[in-house]
C-alpha cells in the first residue's frame, strides 16, 4: 500500500492500530486508529506512514458483482453512498469502532470457514457492514486534525491539479504560484502521492479521456484537445500506457462490452 495504485475494486479499509496519511484521488486525510475508509473502483490512492510504519489494518475487496444478485443497480444504490461522498473517511465513535470491528470479525471467520454457503452470508455480512455505515452520524469535522504544511500544500496543489488538467501546467508554474521551489515541490510531490506531477497529471487527464471515450460520441482528437494534449500522437502514448490500449481499442472494447 506504499505505491499508488488504483484498481477495478471498491475497498473498505479500517484501522486498528496507529496513523496514516492516505491520499485519494484529489485528497489528503490524516486518518488514526477507529477510521473507516471508503475508496471507489478505478481512483487513484495511497497510504503512508504519519508517525510511524507501525500499524494494523483490515481491508476488504469487493466488485459490485458480487452483491448484485442481492441488490440490482449497485452503483446507484444508497447503500454505496459512503463510497461517493466527502469526505471518504469516517471517524468512529467507541461505541461504533465496536460495532464495525464485530461485523468485520464475522467477515473474517466465515472468509476462513469457506462452508456451502459462506458466499451468501459474506454478501449479507458485507451489506450490513456498508448499512451499519451509512447510519453512523457525521462527525464534527472540528474533530479531524489540519493536515501537516507540506500535506497541506499538496493537498492544495493536487486539487489545483484536478480542477485545471485541461490547461497547460508546468512545474515552474506551480512553484511560483504555490511559493515553494521546484526541487522541493518535486521531491514531495512523488513522497505524498506515490506519483511525480506529470505523472498524476498524464493520470487524470487519461480517466477523463476514459469517461469521454466511454460515451462514444466525440471523436479521439476532440477528447484528446479537451483533456489537455496539444499532440495526439502523446496522448495515444500516454494512453496506452497507462490503460494498456489505444484509444481506438478502449472505445472498441467499451461498445462491445455494452
Do not use: W
Amino acid at each position: 500500500m506504499d505505491d499508488k495504485h488504483s484498481h477495478k475494486l471498491h475497498e473498505i479499509y479500517y484501522l486498528r492500530k496507529g496513523q496514516r496519511y492516505y491520499f485519494i484521488d484529489d485528497r489528503i486525510y490524516h486518518v488514526h486508529q477507529g477510521d473507516l475508509i471508503f475508496i471507489p473502483s478505478f481512483v487513484l490512492h495511497r497510504t503512508t506512514a504519519a508517525d510511524s510504519n507501525e500499524h494494523e489494518r483490515t481491508v476488504i475487496y469487493f466488485q459490485d458483482e458480487f452483491l448484485q444478485d442481492l441488490i440490482p443497480n449497485l452503483p446507484a444504490h444508497p447503500v454505496m453512498k459512503r463510497f461517493y461522498s466527502e469526505p471518504k473517511v469516517v471517524r468512529l465513535k467507541l461505541t461504533d469502532q465496536i460495532g464495525i470491528e464485530n461485523i468485520l470479525a464475522k467477515l473474517s471467520l466465515e472468509y476462513q470457514k469457506q462452508l456451502p454457503d459462506s458466499q451468501l452470508y459474506l454478501k449479507i455480512l458485507l451489506i450490513e457492514l456498508l448499512l451499519f455505515a451509512n447510519r453512523i452520524e457525521p462527525a464534527d469535522a472540528s474533530i479531524y486534525e489540519p493536515l501537516s504544511p507540506i500535506h497541506e500544500k499538496i493537498h492544495k496543489i493536487v486539487r489545483y491539479l484536478r480542477a485545471n488538467y485541461q490547461k497547460p501546467i508546468s512545474l515552474n508554474e506551480l512553484a511560483h504560484q504555490f511559493y515553494i521551489s521546484q526541487y522541493y515541490l518535486s521531491r514531495m510531490f512523488k513522497t505524498v502521492t506515490g506519483l511525480t506531477m506529470v505523472e498524476y497529471l498524464n493520470t487524470i487527464r487519461i480517466q477523463e479521456a476514459q469517461k469521454l471515450l466511454s460515451d462514444g460520441i466525440l471523436p479521439i482528437t476532440e477528447i484528446a484537445s479537451m483533456v489537455g494534449y496539444e499532440s495526439q500522437t502523446y496522448f495515444g502514448r500516454m494512453f496506452k500506457r497507462i490503460t494498456g490500449l489505444t484509444p481506438r481499442e478502449y472505445r472498441k472494447q467499451h461498445q462491445a462490452g455494452c
